[in-house]
């Protein structure tokens, strides 16, 4: 029987608000990346003479920042023959108090990729660098980099050694060097929590290329870029595309917007890929193109394994509301493809696609059956089965839109 009209009004707001609201915090909790990039202007700022109590608590921010998480392994890199720039025992006794493992190292040939996150500036008297394309795949693979500039004796030596690096993420070391000895914090970014100055000697300006969109100068002092971040976006897989089938038994697939029934399709089973192995809760089933642009994707009414088509495998039988794909956004006249996304059980994302066209009021709205011996069948409630799908969904389209 048909429900009350304002009975599906009501739902259908109720699930556009918790659309709505998902999406929100989706972008919340991925404005930061696993790790990400710090760029300073000098090294001296974690020095034996410089650290105190601010320099101890911007540290902490950072290693957090670079990290992506509150704990981590950080190798640092100091000049084993410079030793009025070795790091602090403040900072190392408050990066190991607030539960980071910390490396020091003065063996610039010291691996770093097994590390969370790497402190470096350059190596002096000795002019040496790291390798800077080692660092862009460190970085790429999820590390976290502190950069710091000030260091040798002539500042467009020193910017050269790093701006392939700093390049890459849109941003440059320039010269002459500065001569700020304190910088008062005037910056609300996360990394200065709890700062009000920061100590340093002279240092390396830095300037935002605009080639990054995440890149950004968060404290300047007199006009020159003295601090920058670059938030690194997540590195996701792409999703593992599966066979999938609107209307099995068919090659067409027309679809009738009118229609008050329910749209059949199948998730197939092959020789490498079982369909038992879906986490059926995460699925999501509507035209691509309007799930972009503010559309609900809906979840199965019900389910079934049976073989849909004949091959002595058990598929995933998956009927969807016509009308709940039409109300919430999912379907429409000028779909041309569904799309089904979701999760198998070991988090690994999965998509089909199938075409359709969509007939008129007066057409076909009939939908194909499979045969087969069904082996289980099952109702999924709805209201709280499109929350947890849409999580998935959710998900998929911020993570792709992050590893653009």
Known sequence: MRRPENERCEK??????????????????????DANVIVAHDVNTFALNFAGGNEATFAVNAAQ???????????LYESSTDPLRNYSSVILDALSTAGFSVTVTGDY??????????????DFPTIGYLDNQEMIDFVDSGGGVYLTGGVGLAAQVEADGWNTFLNEFGLAFISPYNNFFNVPITSGHVIFDGVS???????NPIINLGTYPTAQIVQTFEGSGVYAVVDIPDIVP????????????????PINLKSNGVLST??????????????????????????????IGVSPLRYSFQDVSHDGLMDLSLKFSMR?????????????????????????????LDSIRIVPPNGSNGSSGANGSSIQVSAIP?????????????????????GR
Not at 197 to 203: D, K, R
Request: hydrophobic share 40%; proline share 5%; with cysteine.
């Open 238 to 253: 792409d999703p593992t595309t599966v066979p999938f089938d609107i209307k099995p038994g068919g090659d067409v697939n």
């Open 109 to 122: 040939t010291t691996p770093f990729a097994s590390f969370d996150a790497i402190f470096v500036s350059q």
């Open 65 to 75: 920042y670079i990290i992506g998480n509150t704990t981590g392994s950080l190798l």
């Open 324 to 352: 709940d794909a039409v109300d919430y956004g999912a379907l429409g006249p000028d779909t041309i493809e569904g799309l089904i996304t979701g999760e198998l059980f070991d988090g690994t994302l999965i998509e089909g």
């Open 266 to 295: 199948a998730i197939l089973s092959t020789n490498d890929f079982d369909v038992s192995d879906i986490n059926v809760s995460t699925l999501l089933f509507g035209d691509p193109l309007l799930l972009d642009d503010n559309g």
């Open 197 to 203: 100055s920061l100590n340093s000697g002279i240092g």
């Open 382 to 402: 709805e209201p709280s089965t499109l929350t947890l799908a849409a999580c998935a969904l959710l998900g998929l389209i911020g993570r792709r839109q992050r």
């Open 12 to 33: 259908l707001q109720l699930h556009k608000r918790v659309w709505a609201t998902l999406v929100a915090l989706n972008l919340l909790f991925c404005t930061h990346a």
